[in-house]
């Protein structure tokens, strides 16, 4: 479907009931060429959507629907907001021509084996990757841009949140050749919506509010084979990375910490300059993704409810490392706002409707 600048398309949501289905509607709600249709859940199916989602008043009186292939059928837009392994079935059964979204993990890796290893379960198979920033990178230059790949998909796999934040941090250095991509450490902090919406036991109050806790340690997060092949469409032709996870008690955000060695031949006392060049070039003409002004630090509130990646960038002379910080809200460019500014490209829609780049302060 391509859209013309006065239609809008009709939109279901399978798993509306969770939290990246309800970010997706409050995105969906005012978004210009857009109009909400059948919305699905599965434990809450038969009840409202404002007894779910409070917040989303236009849409409160919507009743939500049992997830099927038929409740979803006859609109142009599907998204899939389900646990992973939930929505390669239900996909498989949708009219080719219908624009899906999914919101999960099961169409994002391409390698069979990854999937098999870090999920243990048959794979879906790979859709057309929605991180519109995704450098095209080979010999240490840029030849394109994730986004090309979009324009007039009827697949999408939007990425994961973690993946989303470390990717954009890491991969101006890993495309322009100036950091090793085989020695890559990446820690972050995490909101708790992270997790979902379902009950979990590591996740309650009492033990949530007033500490941070690690987890997935050691090598075994999901998000690892997924960042390896962006960086890997960037340029990297091995990539090692470290990364661990850690729990902080807010809603929302994600603040990653990434550093990579820089490469042999940079003289770490004199790189800072280059290097502050090669992101400010890979971000100068991106709507969502900012490297911010030298010296200041992102924040997760700066971005809080924006679909905006903020970015800094430091060489650590002493360590011989480069540096980045990059904070998004999980939910909005690590989930549903990205996957709008997917389909925005995906529907030939400009890439910004309906979405904005300004957080919630203070
Ligand atoms: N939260 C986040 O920040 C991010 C989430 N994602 C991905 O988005 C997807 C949804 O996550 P999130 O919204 O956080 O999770 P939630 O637990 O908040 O929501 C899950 C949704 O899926 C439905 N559901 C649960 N079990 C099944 C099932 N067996 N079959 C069909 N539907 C089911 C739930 O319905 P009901 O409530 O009625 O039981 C609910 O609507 C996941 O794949 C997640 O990994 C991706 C990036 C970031
Ligand atoms: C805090 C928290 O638990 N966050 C989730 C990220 C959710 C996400 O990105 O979803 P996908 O699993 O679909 O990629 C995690 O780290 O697994």
């Given at each position: 479907m391509h859209m013309t600048s006065t239609q809008r398309a009709r939109v279901a949501v399978a798993g509306a009931s969770g939290y990246a289905g309800g970010e997706f509607l409050r995105l969906a709600a005012n978004h210009p060429h857009l109009a909400v249709g059948a919305l699905t859940a599965h434990s809450n199916a038969g009840a409202s959507l404002g007894s779910l989602h409070p917040h989303l008043r236009s849409l409160a009186d919507r009743v939500l629907a049992p997830t099927s292939v038929e409740a979803l059928a006859g609109h142009d837009v599907v998204v899939l907001a389900l646990p992973h392994g939930a929505s390669g079935a239900i996909a498989a059964q949708l009219p080719d021509d219908v624009l899906v979204l999914d919101l999960g993990a099961d169409h994002r890796l391409t390698s069979p084996a990854a999937w098999e290893q870090f999920y243990g379960s048959p794979h879906a198979g790979s859709w057309?990757?929605?991180?519109?920033?995704l450098l095209h990178a080979s010999g240490g230059a840029v030849t394109g841009r994730q986004r090309d790949v979009l324009h007039?998909?009827?697949r999408v796999a939007v990425p994961g949140c973690n993946v989303t934040a470390v990717t954009l941090g890491l991969q101006p250095g890993v495309a322009a050749g100036i950091v090793e991509a085989r020695d890559l450490v990446a820690v972050l902090a995490n909101g708790y919506s992270g997790a979902g919406k379902a009950l979990k036991t590591h996740l309650l109050a009492s033990e949530a509010l007033g500490s941070a806790a690690p987890y997935a340690v050691g090598g075994t997060h999901r998000h690892i084979p997924e960042i390896r092949q962006n960086l890997a469409v960037a340029g990297a032709e091995d990539v090692t990375l470290s990364f661990t996870p850690t729990l902080v008690p807010m809603a929302r955000g994600i603040l990653a910490t990434a550093t990579a060695r820089l490469a042999p031949g940079l003289d770490p006392a004199t790189a800072a300059d280059a290097v502050r060049d090669v992101w400010e070039r890979a971000y100068a003409d991106e709507p969502f993704v900012h490297l911010l002004p030298e010296g200041q630090w992102p924040t997760t509130a700066m971005t809080l409810g924006a679909n905006t990646a903020l970015i800094q960038v430091a060489v650590d002379a002493a360590a011989g490392r480069v540096v980045t910080v990059t904070a998004i809200d999980n939910l909005v460019k690590g989930t549903a706002g990205g996957a709008v500014q997917s389909l925005n490209l995906a529907l030939g829609l400009p890439e910004t409707a309906g979405l904005i780049t300004e957080g919630v302060a203070p």
């Open positions: 057309p990757y929605g991180l519109p920033e007039g998909a009827t």
